[in-house]
C-alpha cells in the first residue's frame, strides 16, 4: 500500500489522466476507454447473473462488436454525437451493450431506474431532451402516458434487429469537457435536478477504483448498486471496465440469501453496495456469518454513514475491513476511507479527501474551520483539478459560493485531518441549545439488539425548539411497546448523552427512502410539522 498522505501532497493531474486514459483532452470517447483498449487482452469485462440462475460471461471484445452494431442502429436513427439515449433497463448485458454504442457514437447515456413510475420518467426524459429510450417488455408501458415521447426501443426481436448491423463502427472523439453521462441527483431534499458529466471525469472514477475501493487485478469484483444510479453507473460500470478489469451484475432483487450465494459460488473478494445492504446482512448475522467469514477482502459502503456496530461486526466476524466513503451525483467519490492508501481510520469517520480534490468544512461565513468545529462539507474548486462538476442543466446552483461547492452536508474535522459525517444540513436538530446530529443518534440506536433501522428527526417543540424523535424498524420477533421504546431510550442516554435521546419513539415498518436507498428524513420531519399544525389549529 502506498502512503495517503504522499499521494496527496504530490498528486500530479496531467500524470493521473495520462495513467487513467489513452486519450486526452482533445480526444476522448469512454467506449475507447471503457472497451476498445482492452478487447485484444481476451479479458473477460462482464459476469452475469439473471433472476433465473441463467449466466453467462462476456468479453470485452465482445462488448466492442455488439456496441459498434448498436452505434451503427443509432447512425440509422439520426443519433449523433451529443444527443442523449436513455437506459431503462435492468441489470444485464444488454443494458452494458447500450451504454457502450451510446459512447461510443459520442452520444449521451441517461440511466433510469426501474422501480421509477411514469412522472418520475417524465420528468427526467423531458428534462434532458432524450431522443432514444431503450427498454425491455416489463417496463415499455411506463412511456405510453409521455408525451412528447421519445422513440423507444424494446428488449427482444427489436433490439437483436437493431444488432444486424455491421460489427465495426468508428469512435466520435469527443473533448474532455463534452457530456458522456445525464444525471438527475436522487431528490433526497427535493426534486431532482439535472446535470452532466464531462468525459474528464474518467480520471476521478478510475482514482476511486484504485485507491478507495483498492480495486486489483486479482480481484472479483461486485458493486451491488443498480447503474440506474450514480454510484452503479460511476463505479459498476464506468470505473472497472475503464481498468480493463470485470464487473459483475446480478439482475436480480436484493435479499441475503442471493447475495451470500453470489459471493460464493462466483468468489467475491471486493465488495461495494450501501449501508441498507450491509444493514440488512447483519441483521441475518448467524446465516451470514456462517457463509461470508474470511471470503471478502475489502468492503465498501457509500450513500449514508455506516454505523460503527456495522464496521465492527466486518471486522470482528467475517474477518474483512468495511471503509465508509462519501459522494454526490454532482461529485462522484470525495472524502474516503481508502482500502488502496495508507492512513490512519477514525472509527465514524468519512475519511480523507480522495487525491485530486481539497476538501473542507466551512462556516456560514464562508471561513475555513479548524478541528472540532461543525461546519458545511466543501469542496475547493480552484484547488481542486479532478473536480468535474459543472453546475445544473439550465438551473442556477446555488451551490457555488466562490472558489467553493456546498455540499449541503454538516461535518466536523477531526484532529489527525481526517472528517466526520454529522448530517444533511438541514437533517441537524437544535434541541434546548445544543445541536444534535441525527446520525449519532441512530448509530446508537442501531446497536441496540432490536433494532435494523432507525432515522432521527427534529420535532417542533416550543419549550426545546426541537424535540428528537427516533423512527424504528425492529427485528422479527420485538414487540414494538412502551417498555422497548423506554429501553432504546435509555440504551442512547447511556451511550451518547443526556439531552442527544430520542424523547420519543415511533415504530415503524419500513422508513421512506429514495430508490437509490437513502434515507429521506426531510418527509418525516415534515410528516411532524404537519401533525404540530393541525394539533394547533384545534
Given at each position: 500500500m502506498h502512503d495517503y498522505f504522499s499521494a496527496a501532497r504530490q498528486f500530479d493531474p496531467s500524470r493521473a489522466m495520462a495513467d487513467a486514459l489513452t486519450g486526452n483532452r482533445d480526444a476522448l470517447n469512454a467506449c475507447v476507454e471503457c472497451c476498445d483498449r482492452h478487447a485484444a487482452s481476451g479479458a473477460i469485462a462482464l459476469y452475469w447473473e439473471g433472476q433465473g440462475g441463467e449466466r453467462s460471461c462476456w468479453t470485452f471484445a465482445e462488448l466492442q462488436e455488439q456496441a459498434s452494431r448498436f452505434s451503427h442502429y443509432l447512425s440509422s436513427q439520426g443519433i449523433g454525437a451529443?444527443?442523449?439515449?436513455?437506459?431503462?433497463?435492468?441489470?444485464?448485458?444488454?443494458?452494458?451493450v447500450t451504454i457502450l454504442g451510446t459512447w461510443r457514437i459520442g452520444a449521451v447515456y441517461q440511466p433510469l431506474f426501474t422501480a421509477f413510475g411514469p412522472k418520475a420518467i417524465e420528468h427526467r426524459l423531458l428534462g434532458a431532451g432524450t431522443r432514444l429510450v431503450v427498454t425491455d417488455q416489463a417496463n415499455r408501458d411506463k412511456l405510453d402516458a409521455i408525451t412528447p415521447s421519445p422513440a423507444v426501443l424494446t428488449l427482444g426481436a427489436e433490439f437483436a434487429a437493431a444488432l444486424?448491423?455491421?460489427?465495426?463502427?468508428?469512435?466520435?472523439?469527443?473533448?474532455?469537457?463534452?457530456?458522456?453521462?445525464?444525471?438527475?441527483?436522487?431528490?433526497?431534499?427535493?426534486?431532482?435536478?439535472?446535470?452532466?458529466?464531462?468525459?474528464?471525469?474518467?480520471?476521478?472514477?478510475?482514482?476511486y477504483m484504485r485507491d478507495a475501493i483498492g480495486l486489483q487485478a486479482d480481484d472479483r469484483f461486485w458493486n451491488l448498486a443498480d447503474p440506474g444510479w450514480a454510484y452503479g453507473l460511476y463505479y459498476a460500470v464506468t470505473g472497472p471496465l475503464a481498468m480493463g478489469l470485470s464487473t459483475t451484475l446480478y439482475e436480480g432483487p436484493f435479499s441475503v440469501d442471493s447475495t451470500c450465494r453470489i459471493i460464493r459460488?462466483?468468489?467475491?473478494?471486493?465488495?461495494?453496495?450501501?449501508?441498507?445492504?450491509?444493514?440488512l446482512l447483519m441483521a441475518e448475522r448467524e446465516r451470514v456469518e456462517a457463509q461470508l467469514r474470511g471470503r471478502l477482502r475489502a468492503v465498501s459502503s457509500a450513500g449514508?454513514?455506516?454505523?460503527?456496530?456495522?464496521?465492527?461486526?466486518?471486522?470482528?466476524?467475517?474477518?474483512?475491513?468495511?471503509?465508509?466513503?462519501?459522494?454526490?451525483t454532482e461529485l462522484g467519490m470525495v472524502l474516503c476511507n481508502h482500502h488502496g492508501l495508507q492512513h490512519p481510520v477514525h472509527r465514524g469517520a468519512a475519511g480523507y479527501a480522495v487525491p485530486?480534490?481539497?476538501?473542507?468544512?466551512?462556516?456560514?461565513?464562508?471561513?475555513?474551520?479548524?478541528?472540532?468545529?461543525?461546519?458545511?462539507?466543501?469542496?475547493?474548486?480552484r484547488r481542486s483539478p479532478l473536480f468535474w462538476f459543472p453546475g445544473y442543466l439550465g438551473l442556477p446552483t446555488s451551490a457555488f459560493v466562490g472558489d467553493y461547492y456546498l455540499s449541503g452536508d454538516t461535518v466536523e474535522l477531526n484532529v489527525d485531518g481526517s472528517i466526520s459525517f454529522v448530517g444533511r444540513a438541514d437533517?441537524?436538530?437544535?434541541?434546548?441549545?445544543?445541536?444534535?446530529?441525527?446520525?449519532?443518534?441512530?448509530?446508537?440506536?442501531?446497536?441496540?439488539?432490536?433494532?435494523v433501522e432507525a432515522a432521527v428527526i427534529g420535532k417542533p417543540d416550543p419549550e426545546r425548539t426541537e424535540r428528537v424523535k427516533a423512527f424504528v424498524v425492529l427485528k422479527p420477533g420485538h414487540a414494538p411497546d412502551a417498555v422497548l421504546a423506554e429501553a432504546l431510550q435509555r440504551h442512547v442516554r447511556e451511550r451518547l448523552s443526556a439531552h442527544a435521546y430520542p424523547r420519543e419513539v415511533e415504530f415503524v415498518s419500513e422508513l421512506p427512502k429514495t430508490p437509490?436507498?437513502?434515507?429521506?428524513?426531510?418527509?418525516?420531519?415534515?410528516?411532524e410539522i404537519a401533525k404540530t399544525q393541525v394539533a394547533v389549529s384545534h
Open positions: 451529443g444527443d442523449v439515449v436513455a437506459g431503462l433497463l435492468p441489470r444485464s448485458p444488454e443494458l452494458l444486424g448491423q455491421r460489427a465495426t463502427f468508428a469512435p466520435v472523439m469527443r473533448s474532455g469537457d463534452d457530456p458522456f453521462l445525464l444525471m438527475f441527483t436522487s431528490g433526497t431534499t427535493g426534486p431532482a435536478k439535472p446535470l452532466t458529466v464531462p468525459l474528464k471525469a474518467i480520471t476521478a472514477f478510475v482514482g459460488e462466483q468468489g467475491i473478494s471486493n465488495l461495494a453496495g450501501s449501508p441498507t445492504a450491509f444493514r449514508e454513514p455506516l454505523t460503527p456496530e456495522v464496521i465492527r461486526w466486518f471486522d470482528q466476524e467475517l474477518g474483512c475491513t468495511i471503509h465508509d466513503h462519501y459522494g454526490q485530486g480534490h481539497r476538501v473542507v468544512v466551512l462556516d456560514e461565513q464562508m471561513r475555513e474551520l479548524s478541528a472540532g468545529q461543525p461546519g458545511i462539507l466543501a469542496v475547493d474548486r437533517d441537524v436538530i437544535t434541541t434546548s441549545g445544543y445541536r444534535v446530529g441525527p446520525f449519532d443518534v441512530e448509530s446508537a440506536l442501531i446497536e441496540h439488539p432490536s433494532v437509490s436507498g437513502k434515507i429521506q428524513r426531510f418527509l418525516l420531519r415534515n410528516q
